[in-house]
Structure formats: structure tokens, C-alpha cells
């Protein structure tokens, strides 16, 4: 029971300590040969959400809780300063999940804890294909 215990505890202060999203997302990541688009992006006290269409002609791949919750990164303005904000949990409950060629959906993510911010999310071309660092809303 210690055992099960102290693994818990491990994989909580793993999921949410210091370290940076951004090492998940080096800046020589494949670009994507057709970028989603987003459209109607909302911003309010209880989440942001947009519409990602897949423009592209073959489907892209993309982690999250549900396929309407993708994974998620902030970057927050403190003081006149970027700073990485909060992020999606360390993985635990995440699935896979395909947006075909031509097809779109709602996805919605947490509120921002700051008035400047900066709002991403990952895709990929392939299921074994390093992500990418998708825009979704930036109020800088």
C-alpha cells in the first residue's frame, strides 16, 4: 500500500512541477505541410474554443482527453515578460485522436490565467510523427 502510495505521489509532482512544455517542442520539429485553421475562436471566463478544420488532403493526429479537449500549452505575459504558463496534465488519460482531410470540430480548452497570453495546441501528419506547435489565440 506504501508502494502504491508513494507512485501516486511521484506521478502528481511529476505532472504538475517546473518543467518547461517547450522541451517537448524543439524548434526544429517538422512544419506541417498544410497548417489547421482555426475559426471562431471565443474567449471567455470558462474556456476559449474554436473550430479546427482540417484543410489539408489526409488526416491529422492529436492527443487530448477527449477529441473536443485537445492537449493544451500557455504562454502568459508577467510583468512585460513571456513566461510559460500552464499546460495539459503529464499525460494520464489522454487518447489519440484523427481529424480527417476536409473535416472540422469544436474543441475548447481551459481559461487563460492571464490578460496577455498566447494559446497553443500539438498536431501531427502521422501517428509516429513528432508534433507541432499549432496558434490557436493570441491577445498579445
Same mark, same amino acid.
Given at each position: 500500500? &506504501? *508502494?502504491?502510495? =508513494?507512485?501516486?505521489?511521484?506521478? +502528481?509532482?511529476?505532472?504538475?512541477?517546473?518543467?518547461?512544455?517547450? *522541451?517537448?517542442?524543439? $524548434?526544429? +520539429?517538422?512544419?506541417?505541410?498544410?497548417?489547421?485553421?482555426? &475559426?471562431?475562436? /471565443?474567449?471567455?471566463?470558462?474556456?476559449? /474554443?474554436?473550430?479546427?478544420?482540417?484543410?489539408?488532403?489526409?488526416?491529422?493526429?492529436?492527443?487530448?482527453?477527449?477529441?473536443?479537449?485537445?492537449?493544451?500549452?500557455?504562454?502568459?505575459?508577467?510583468?512585460?515578460?513571456? &513566461?510559460?504558463? &500552464? =499546460?495539459?496534465?503529464?499525460?494520464?488519460?489522454?487518447?489519440?485522436? /484523427?481529424?480527417?482531410?476536409?473535416?472540422? *470540430?469544436? *474543441?475548447?480548452?481551459?481559461?487563460?490565467?492571464?490578460?496577455?497570453?498566447?494559446?497553443?495546441?500539438?498536431?501531427? $501528419?502521422?501517428?509516429?510523427?513528432?508534433?507541432?506547435?499549432?496558434?490557436?489565440?493570441?491577445?498579445?
Amino acid at each position: 500500500m &506504501k *508502494i502504491a502510495l =508513494f507512485m501516486l505521489f511521484a506521478v +502528481a509532482a511529476s505532472c504538475h512541477g517546473q518543467v518547461s512544455w517547450r *522541451i517537448f517542442f524543439p $524548434e526544429d +520539429a517538422p512544419a506541417l505541410t498544410t497548417s489547421p485553421i482555426l &475559426k471562431d475562436v /471565443t474567449v471567455d471566463k470558462e474556456r476559449v /474554443t474554436a473550430r479546427l478544420y482540417n484543410a489539408g488532403d489526409k488526416p491529422i493526429y492529436y492527443r487530448g482527453s477527449s477529441a473536443d479537449r485537445p492537449v493544451f500549452f500557455y504562454d502568459e505575459q508577467v510583468n512585460g515578460t513571456w &513566461k510559460e504558463g &500552464k =499546460f495539459s496534465s503529464c499525460g494520464t488519460g489522454l487518447s489519440e485522436h /484523427t481529424l480527417g482531410a476536409g473535416k472540422a *470540430i469544436v *474543441i475548447a480548452f481551459p481559461p487563460p490565467d492571464s490578460q496577455q497570453f498566447r494559446l497553443f495546441t500539438a498536431v501531427s $501528419e502521422s501517428r509516429e510523427g513528432r508534433e507541432s506547435m499549432v496558434l490557436v489565440v493570441s491577445n498579445e
